[in-house]
């Protein structure tokens, strides 16, 4: 049962520069051969493909970005509530790929969380919850500092969460807190527990590509999300979508499975494979 803020799961998930308003008109960097540079590749939602770690270690040892933030929903996809090795597999490239790259942000999704508060939902297995709350304990002492791992992480401008943001959600949950103090909201967010978290409003749950709400600060921030199936990258407003490692019932690709690249002071973006 949801207990409220007892089962807090991290503090403040900032990392950032002090604020400042971003210029558009800001200058990407590029190698000799004209190819943008871009500060962060986005892991988006897992959903037990082990190799995708495989393949974002490559790219950041091939100096494609200088860090990694990862959406998370590590466990769970279509039919494969039984297959606890693939569970197990999975959770381990996490924790080697968090050792290796220790500057990696990770951001919990409501799969990741339904173990944690043991709340079943699509794709839920009963039988692997040991390995994953395992799993997830060995991911939080892969990390230098525990609050690597949040609800919610920021750099620069850009917010990092695995589903969105919404500004309703800051009015109801946060009356007492400046809604234009961000490291604020972003801590006293990422103190939440069950209670506040396991609703559709909340930034684990949230779809903004399906909602038409007004998301936090609008104007001020950009907001990476995973979460909801999308064909290809895109940003619509000040929301990038980027889970397009997802597969359908078939379990075939439903998107492009490829990462976003972003450079969080310019908000330059592409994919990579």
Not at 85 to 102: D, G, I, S
Not at 106 to 122: I, R
Not at 136 to 146: G, V
Not at 172 to 180: A, E, F, G, M, R
Request: hydrophobic share 40%.
């Amino acid at each position: 049962m949801c207990s409220g803020r007892r089962n807090c799961v991290s503090g403040c998930g900032h990392v950032h520069a002090p604020d400042q308003g971003r210029s558009d008109c800001v200058a990407g960097k590029y190698t000799e051969d004209g190819v943008l540079l871009l500060k962060v590749l986005v892991i988006p939602d897992v959903h037990l493909k082990d190799w995708m770690f495989d393949r974002a270690a490559y790219l950041l040892a091939a100096g494609k970005a200088e860090r990694a933030v990862c959406l998370m929903d590590i466990p769970d996809d279509w039919g494969q509530e039984f297959d606890l090795e693939l569970y197990k597999e999975t959770f381990e490239r996490a924790v080697a790929f968090a050792r290796k790259f220790p500057e990696t942000l990770w951001c919990y999704g409501n799969h990741d969380l339904s173990y944690v508060w043991n709340q079943p939902e699509s794709g839920y297995s009963h039988m692997a919850g040991q390995i994953v709350n395992e799993g997830l304990r060995h991911l939080r002492e892969a990390l230098a500092d525990e609050s690597r791992l949040a609800y919610i992480h920021r750099i620069d401008d850009v917010l990092f969460l695995h589903g969105g943001l919404c500004e309703d959600y800051v009015k109801v949950y946060l009356p007492d807190v400046d809604p234009d103090a961000t490291d604020e909201v972003i801590a006293a967010i990422n103190g939440f527990g069950c209670l506040e978290m396991w609703r559709e409003e909340s930034p684990v749950w949230f779809r903004p590509q399906l909602y038409a709400n007004a998301m936090y600060r609008e104007n001020e921030l950009l907001q990476v999300v995973g979460h909801t199936p999308v064909q290809s990258l895109r940003r619509d407003g000040n929301v990038i979508s980027c889970d397009v490692f997802s597969t359908d019932r078939s379990r075939q690709p439903y998107g492009t499975q490829e990462f976003l690249l972003i450079d969080t002071e310019t908000w330059e973006f592409r994919g990579i494979k």
